[in-house]
């Protein structure tokens, strides 16, 4: 058996800097944010792993994504008009709808790229990640996921692949036994793991302290933590990125924003930071003199 934990508070107060969600439809982020830090845990690659939910419920497209490194980013979209401030909670079915999940892994050294699919089926994220891994992976996994203002958690666990395989013609009835009691075991270990999963409440999944948390949970199971890791938000939107998008329109489109708005801004569609960039910036930008930036008769 192997599991990963994990818990996010200032990635995940950053990750929503800028943004407003509903109560329900930030919990479902929370939810894919941990989400994609647990799959790309559990790989060995070099590059960035994305959870991409998309349906016919409130929220249209949801997308996050985590590098080999745990640089975390996310966003979903949603219809403001089927789902509102004052709802704190909502079903899955009614967030997500009739839809897909797909897992898409790109490895940047190798420009590898896999993607696994599947329907939206469960009635929650963690359910119908479960049908994802049995479909997509074959490894028999249970997940559990949380969130909430302050942070988002998750603990996923996973049966691995016994090492070894058939025995041959020759074997013996007492390997064949013992292989079969040993098959036997990881089974129940596995069904008693789940179990545990299953009585975890979310409040305890979001501030227990870590080691408790595990082993109370796992109590009666032969448990072995693991040094920690961190995880970060980093969006990739940068000013030399904005800057690359405004000349691209060019210095008359610019010219003509800023004269009727006084500045341009460029919001980030994946953290909704704001670019803004006022005369000055935009001379700079454009190589103009100084000479021709509109003189203003405030200080600031």
């Not at 089927?82 to 899955?92: I, L, Q």
């Not at 969130?147 to 666990?157: E, Q, T």
């Not at 969006?235 to 009727?260: F, K, M, N, T, Y």
């Not at 006022?278 to 200080?299: I, K, M, W, Y």
Request: with cysteine; proline share 3%.
């Amino acid at each position: 058996m192997r599991g990963e934990f994990v818990r996010l508070g200032p990635a995940w107060l950053s990750l929503r800097e800028h943004a407003d969600y509903p109560p329900a439809v930030r919990t479902l982020l929370g939810e894919a944010v941990v989400a994609s830090v647990l799959l790309a845990s559990t790989l060995k690659f070099e590059g960035e792993l994305t959870l991409q939910l998309q349906g016919n419920g409130a929220v249209r497209l949801l997308v996050a994504q985590c590098t080999h490194d745990f640089k975390v980013r996310a966003v979903a979209r949603f219809d403001a008009a089927r789902v509102s401030m004052d709802e704190t909670t909502m079903p899955f079915a009614a967030l997500a709808g009739e839809g897909t999940i797909a897992v898409t892994v790109e490895a940047d050294k190798r420009a590898a790229r896999y993607q696994g699919v599947v329907p939206i089926d469960g009635v929650s994220l963690a359910a119908s990640l479960e049908h994802y891994f049995a479909n997509s992976e074959q490894l028999p996994t249970r997940l559990a996921l949380a969130a909430d203002a302050a942070g988002a958690a998750g603990v996923l666990v996973q049966r691995m692949p016994q090492a070894g395989g058939a025995q041959s013609g020759g074997a013996s009835a007492d390997a064949a036994a013992a292989e079969s009691a040993r098959e036997t075991l990881a089974w129940d270990t596995y069904a008693a793991a789940g179990a545990a999963l299953d009585s975890l409440a979310a409040d305890e999944l979001l501030a227990r302290p870590s080691e408790e948390l595990m082993r109370r949970t796992f109590t009666g199971l032969d448990l072995r933590l693991f040094a920690a890791q961190a995880v970060e938000f980093r969006c990739r939107c940068d000013r030399d990125r904005v800057s690359a998008v405004l000349r691209s329109l060019g210095a008359a489109e610019v010219d003509s924003i800023i004269r009727e708005q006084g500045a341009v801004t460029v919001t980030c569609e994946f953290c909704h930071k704001p670019w803004r960039f006022d005369a000055v910036d935009t001379a700079e930008l454009f190589g103009e003199a100084a000479s021709h930036v509109p003189a203003s008769s405030a200080l600031n």
